[in-house]
């Protein structure tokens, strides 16, 4: 197992974090930021979970709402994106850029479990090996798994 303990990412330093990944896990995180950009400037209802209503009695403080917050919510989600995108291949993260990574990898899972309708009970349940949904369920695990050890990494104090 080595020095990971089986774990793609461990903290090595006060703000210096070591990134251990394949290259087909490199290629994947390289592909996804493109994608979720490019469905950022949609209205796209797999988007619902990145901007949920504010004002669910209230339809014109929710349109104000919006109106005044979007772009901003969008900009911060671009930003970490970008992130992603030019550390894919870095061996270590400072603390900022692993954070902007978790931001990225948590927008990414919430946009494929919309789409995949993740719930609690699916946890539990097997996936059939002929399940259309079986490589994207796969993507949505390790994104999950990615993101749970940059939190468990930046958690860990020296």
């Known amino acids: 197992m080595g020095i990971f303990s089986g774990r793609s990412i461990r903290r090595r330093g006060e703000d210096d974090f070591e990134v ?9 995180l390289r592909s996804l930021p493109g994608q979720l950009r490019d469905l950022l400037s949609t209205d ?62 948590n927008d990414l899972r919430l946009v494929l ?5 993740i719930s609690e009970e699916m946890y539990e349940e097997a996936v059939a090996s002929d399940d259309p949904r079986g490589p994207m369920l796969a993507l949505y695990g390790f994104l999950t798994e990615l993101q749970g050890e940059a939190i468990e990494a930046l958690s860990w104090s020296l």
Do not use: C, I
């Open 20 to 28: 251990r990944l394949d290259a087909w896990e490199r290629n994947v």
């Open 44 to 105: 796209d209802p797999a988007l619902e979970r990145l901007f949920p209503p504010a004002y669910l009695a209230d339809p014109g403080k929710e349109d104000e709402y919006r109106r005044l917050m979007r772009a901003d919510l969008t900009d911060h989600r671009l930003a970490t994106l970008s992130v992603l995108e030019a550390t894919v291949d870095a061996l270590s993260l400072t603390e900022d850029q692993l954070v902007a990574w978790m931001g990225a990898l």
């Open 113 to 117: 479990g919309t789409r995949l309708d």
